[in-house]
């Protein structure tokens, strides 16, 4: 009786070790299934983290390689600006400043005209001329209109250089008589201006006083 006794105490201890034992086992291997998983967790975030730093190592490669081809077209950029400031400072040094008569010589006056010198037979010295010489311009370029009776006769291109006045009119290739004239006004005031014209036609040439009075 008593061994039948004793079996089944030995039995439940057995079973109670048994239990506590799976129990720990089953605790243990949740735990390394964790541990397990937290560290394929881990591998898995620091290689996504490895790709986004290397993703953003190569945008930033690609906004610094942007960054230098911009400082580089500006540079360019740049360079082209003062090359074309530099053309157009060269270009005014040389050339006339001014694109419009002053006020003491714009405007309308009365010029005379008389033949002093000439071996053409179209002109005779003594021969004169009376006539409204109008000093104009526009924005690229000086003249002075020749008018008589309201018609204009001629238009001379002008320059202002050194105090004088420089007038020019030339006939094309085309015309029949190839005219050049030249008027060199030297002597100016407020009230009377002063010069010569010059008169070149074909195989002759001409040589003119010139008084302009300013009209009133």
Same mark, same amino acid.
């Given at each position: 009786?008593?061994?039948?006794?004793? +079996?089944?105490?030995?039995s439940?201890? /057995?079973?109670?070790?048994?239990?506590?034992?799976c /129990?720990f086992?089953l605790?243990?291997?949740?735990?390394?299934? =964790?541990?397990?998983?937290?560290s394929?967790?881990?591998?898995?975030? =620091?290689?996504? *983290?490895?790709?986004?730093?290397n &993703?953003l +190592?190569?945008?930033?490669?690609?906004?610094?390689?942007?960054?230098?081809?911009?400082a580089?077209?500006?540079?360019?950029?740049? @360079? $082209?600006?003062?090359?074309? &400031?530099?053309?157009?400072?060269?270009?005014?040094?040389?050339?006339i400043?001014?694109?419009?008569? @002053?006020?003491?010589?714009?405007?309308?006056?009365?010029?005379?005209v008389?033949?002093?010198?000439? *071996?053409? @037979?179209?002109?005779?010295?003594?021969?004169q001329?009376?006539d /409204?010489?109008?000093?104009?311009? &526009?924005?690229?370029?000086l003249? /002075?209109k020749?008018?008589?009776?309201n018609n204009?006769?001629? $238009?001379? @291109?002008g320059?202002?250089?050194?105090?004088?006045?420089? $007038? *020019?009119?030339?006939?094309?290739s085309? +015309?029949?008589?190839?005219?050049?004239? *030249?008027?060199?006004?030297n002597?100016?005031?407020p009230s009377k201006?002063r010069?010569?014209?010059?008169?070149?036609? &074909?195989?002759?040439? +001409?040589?003119?006083?010139v008084? $302009?009075?300013?009209?009133k």
């Amino acid at each position: 009786m008593r061994f039948y006794q004793i +079996a089944p105490i030995q039995s439940q201890k /057995t079973q109670k070790i048994f239990l506590i034992f799976c /129990t720990f086992r089953l605790q243990l291997t949740s735990m390394k299934k =964790s541990i397990l998983l937290i560290s394929f967790l881990s591998v898995l975030f =620091s290689c996504d *983290n490895k790709d986004k730093a290397n &993703d953003l +190592a190569l945008r930033e490669q690609e906004l610094l390689n942007k960054e230098k081809s911009f400082a580089q077209k500006e540079a360019e950029y740049q @360079s $082209l600006l003062k090359m074309r &400031d530099s053309i157009f400072n060269h270009k005014s040094s040389d050339s006339i400043k001014i694109m419009k008569w @002053s006020d003491e010589i714009s405007g309308a006056w009365t010029g005379r005209v008389i033949c002093t010198e000439s *071996n053409c @037979s179209d002109y005779v010295v003594g021969d004169q001329r009376t006539d /409204t010489w109008e000093f104009d311009s &526009d924005s690229i370029q000086l003249f /002075t209109k020749i008018i008589s009776n309201n018609n204009l006769v001629r $238009l001379y @291109s002008g320059k202002f250089e050194n105090n004088e006045i420089k $007038l *020019n009119f030339k006939t094309d290739s085309t +015309a029949k008589k190839q005219v050049d004239m *030249n008027v060199l006004l030297n002597e100016i005031s407020p009230s009377k201006i002063r010069g010569t014209r010059t008169v070149s036609v &074909d195989n002759c040439r +001409a040589r003119f006083s010139v008084e $302009l009075i300013r009209s009133k």
